[in-house]
């Protein structure tokens, strides 16, 4: 059974920093490209983030504050986010396709996490 687990979502103020996880079970990691993406209240999902074994791709919005890394053999796929701000309050949600490239497009991605929620506020 597929499963992604995320973690590590919480209440940071401005400047602050947080690692989130994504835990994936029932398939071989390295085979799959893994996406962040969040959604805000009233917004529509956006990916922040993406990598395979082909690249790592950010979004504009969190280039140079943000990094994706993958652990293969434990299965977990990191997002380290530093230098948060309020608009970065969301639910942050990853998702893995079986491509060696990643996808703006949401419906893309066969398989989603429950998420987690990051909140920025002092």
């Known amino acids: 059974q597929v499963q992604l687990v995320e973690s590590g979502g919480d209440l940071v103020q401005p400047g602050g920093s947080l690692r989130l996880s994504c835990a994936a079970s029932?398939?071989?990691?390295?085979?799959?490209?893994i996406g962040w993406f969040r959604q805000a209240p009233g917004k529509e999902r956006e990916r922040v983030s993406c990598i395979s074994d082909r690249r790592t791709i950010y979004a504009d919005s969190v280039k140079g504050r943000f990094t994706i890394s993958r652990d293969n053999a434990k299965k977990i796929v990191y997002l380290q986010m530093s230098s948060l701000r309020p608009e970065d309050t969301a639910v942050y949600y990853c998702?893995?396709?079986?491509?060696?490239?990643?996808?703006?497009?949401?419906?893309?991605?066969?398989?989603w996490g429950q998420g987690t929620q990051v909140t920025v506020s002092s």
């Open positions: 029932g398939f071989v990691l390295d085979s799959y490209a």
């Open positions: 998702s893995a396709v079986r491509s060696r490239w990643c996808y703006d497009d949401p419906t893309a991605y066969d398989y």
